[in-house]
């Protein structure tokens, strides 16, 4: 897609130093004719170097992204870099603000977007501005992802798979870089749509986290985060010093094997989870069960496990509709 974006700003992304300013996004609802929504931007740049791309606020109920985003544009000296950083801390803004996982203008999920559309609603021009214009500038991507209003998960730093073996194996060293105890081969069952997908596809090195848990600030997700991400900037060369993170007989390399590692509620009601995140489950196990409060006489309808291996990821509320993810188990990863 060449269509030129609408989207306008006055960042020069060839100047070196700290800029902060905004992503400008013509927008004209009923109360505003000539307005525009503002998405905020950083470049910090110092010299010649790789340039890394980094997303917080993809959904707008996932928070530990953009708090960490946030302090860095405002304690990261540029002298501590060689390169470059261009950082969109809360790029779906609308449901940031909202503290939503989707945009309250036009509904849709950021992460089921790409490539975008440069004339269409809200969320297809932004999408579109990340992957026609942003991506073309970066070297690496990351993308800053949290459990949400949805799941609490387990702190995690995530793969998204490619077909090129070299960028594969760039992009695992990046992300085992990052220094999680859980590192997570996903592709969201093929969806091309999402951020990192069309990273990859771009050819980007790319590190995709999931921290923290129910649309609360986990404290050890915020300090993973800070951690992980200037283990990535050294790893890529941007900063200067060795990674740090887990020992190596501590780090887990893990997969969702396919459709079977995914449980979804098999009716609407109240969900009573067995297991907490991390327990060791087996194929065919209760996995919960689905209670109908307002008919106590109703047995609970029963939800099993498809895959033996470990419990990735738990449904945070209590209150489910059928078909909605209420577990997610990973199994050790083989490589392709």
């Known amino acids: 897609m060449n269509e030129r974006s609408l989207i306008h700003t006055d960042i020069d992304f060839d100047r ?3 800029q902060v300013s905004e992503l400008h996004l013509p927008h004209s609802p009923h109360t505003d004719a000539w307005g525009v929504m503002p998405i905020p931007i950083a470049v910090i740049k110092n010299g010649s170097g790789p340039t890394v791309l980094m997303e917080g606020g993809n959904h707008g109920d996932e928070y530990e992204g953009p708090i960490v985003l946030g302090r860095i544009i405002r304690d990261l000296d540029p002298a501590e ?24 203008v036009d509904g849709l999920n950021f992460n089921r977007c790409f490539p975008g559309d440069p004339h269409g609603s809200m969320t297809q021009q932004i999408v579109h501005y990340v992957h026609s214009v942003l991506f073309p500038l970066a070297d690496a991507f990351v993308d800053l992802h949290s459990g949400g209003s949805s799941l609490d998960i387990l702190p995690s730093a995530v793969v998204e798979p490619s077909d090129n073996p070299d960028l594969m194996a760039k992009t695992l060293d990046a992300v085992q870089a990052f220094g999680a105890t859980y590192t997570v081969v996903l592709n969201n069952l093929g969806d091309p749509r999402t951020s990192t997908a069309s990273a990859v596809e771009n050819g ?15 404290l050890d997700s915020i300090e993973l985060a800070e951690r992980g991400v200037r283990n990535v900037l050294k790893h890529l060369g941007l900063m200067e010093g060795e990674p740090n993170g ?6 887990n390399l893990v997969c ?62 209590g209150r489910v509709a059928r078909g909605n993810c209420v577990g997610v188990v990973v199994v050790a990863y083989r490589g392709s």
């Open 81 to 104: 870099i060689r390169g470059r950083l261009i950082i969109i801390p809360a790029i779906n803004i609308p449901a940031v603000l909202a503290g939503q996982r989707t945009s309250p």
């Open 204 to 218: 980007l090195i790319t590190v995709g986290t999931e921290l923290g848990r129910g649309g609360a600030v986990s």
């Open 256 to 317: 969702v094997p396919g459709s079977d590692g995914y449980v979804y509620a098999p009716a609407a009601g109240v969900y009573e989870p067995l297991h907490e995140k991390g327990a060791l489950v087996e194929k065919g196990e209760l996995a919960g069960m689905v209670h109908f409060l307002d008919d106590p006489g109703r047995p609970p309808v029963e939800a099993h496990y498809r895959s033996s291996g470990r419990l990735y990821a738990r449904r945070q509320p």
């Open 246 to 251: 887990p020992r190596d007989d501590e780090r």
């Open 16 to 18: 070196d130093g700290r």
